[in-house]
């Protein structure tokens, strides 16, 4: 028997899928805002306050770091290679109808052992951006994304629509760095709070 041995907790492995990229701009906002640009201005405020808030309690890697384009398996392929924990793909909304705003998470539309998983992380998520941001909850809905497809079978994964750039109010929203912020710490949180791990 060992004795005098000190156990450390694994780190919880967070898979930020930035959604978009390169040549695929994805929405683009009233006032000119590209979706590309608001996901990795949010994700890479996760990896900082993971750093900083968090002191480096999760193991979080990001699909892209820079504004590139990465392919949909590809961003799979990396989460299921690095044993994610969970897998959150990030997305800005876009509705022909102006006044559309709100935000909301998708689930896959297939069961698994982690469908529940995926349900709970979604709900944390949008609990924590609706409670403290002030945000309108659209709800948990189910979808038949590739990237929730392709991950159904090995973790929880949820695609995180945070707020309709089509809307005026929320696309001048992201383009203030301290809601960039705040909407990172909510995912951070809420993604804490569904792993068990409190602040």
Known sequence: ML????????????????????????????NYL???????????????????????????????????????????????????????????????????????????NSSSRFTDGAIELGLAVLNESTINLGLKNRGVKIANFQVLRDSNLHYPSVLFEMGFISNTDEANYFLKFKSSKAMALAILMGTSNYLNTGL
Do not use: W
């Not at 002191?55 to 820079?66: A, C, K, S, V, W």
């Open 34 to 108: 590209q979706e590309k640009k608001v996901v990795l201005d949010i994700a890479m405020e996760i990896l900082t306050l993971n750093k900083t808030i968090f002191e480096n309690r999760f193991d979080i890697y990001l699909t892209r770091y820079t504004d590139t384009l990465i392919s949909l398996s590809d961003r799979t392929k990396l989460a299921k290679a690095l044993n994610a924990d969970v897998f959150i793909s990030l997305h800005c909304n876009h509705a022909n109808n102006s006044s559309a705003k709100g935000v909301e998470v998708y689930v896959p």
């Open 3 to 30: 004795q005098g041995c000190l156990v450390f907790a694994k780190q919880k492995v967070i898979v930020i899928d930035t959604g978009h990229g390169g040549k695929d701009s994805g929405a683009i906002g009233v």
